[in-house]
């Protein structure tokens, strides 16, 4: 990954952050490490500093314009079966909502998504571990695919939504 002074990544999966500066520092005072500063893109008075020696663990470059449409078009009539009982579909949904893998995690949104669309029809709620699943991976891709799409966070869903159903 190619780290860039004012470069925006996604720090741990959950933070976007602008990289501020490299800077070599001892914060033990006895080994010096190089370190990337990188700012919240919430929170411009915070700074972290991340070891160079551990930064592609801990770092990813953001998705672009062009593969954020690719994952969602890519999906389109994509139903994978979750399981059947409530423990096997926790199992499975944190399974992928920590694999880092945005496809997976969008198709699961828009199989519960639809879920919801048709318990809701039936007079039902969804399952709570459903509804835990699907704000969980809201919460994932929301912040990222607003910034790089430059909408509000609060319409993303809608977003990849209008998205597949243009596809249909």
Request: aromatic share 8%; hydrophobic share 35%; charged share 30%.
């Amino acid at each position: 990954m190619q780290l860039e002074v004012g470069k925006y990544v996604m720090y741990r999966a959950s933070e976007i952050c602008r990289i501020d500066g490299f800077e070599k520092k001892s914060f033990d005072g006895v080994t010096e490490r190089e370190y990337c500063i990188l700012v919240p893109q919430n929170a411009e008075r915070s700074k972290y500093y991340v070891p160079m020696d551990c930064a592609d663990t801990k770092l990813r470059c953001l998705l672009t314009v062009d593969e954020i449409h690719t994952l969602i078009d890519s999906m389109a009539g994509d139903q994978p079966d979750w399981g059947s009982t409530a423990d096997h579909r926790k199992e499975r949904f944190n399974q992928i909502l920590s694999s880092n893998d945005y496809r997976l995690i969008i198709s699961m949104m828009h199989s519960l998504y639809l879920e919801k669309q048709s318990r809701t029809a039936q007079g039902k709620k969804l399952l709570a571990v459903d509804e835990k699943a699907m704000r969980s991976a809201e919460a994932l891709i929301d912040r990222e695919f607003a910034f790089v799409l430059g909408i509000p966070e609060n319409e993303v869903h809608e977003y990849i939504e209008r998205k597949l159903a243009q596809m249909h």
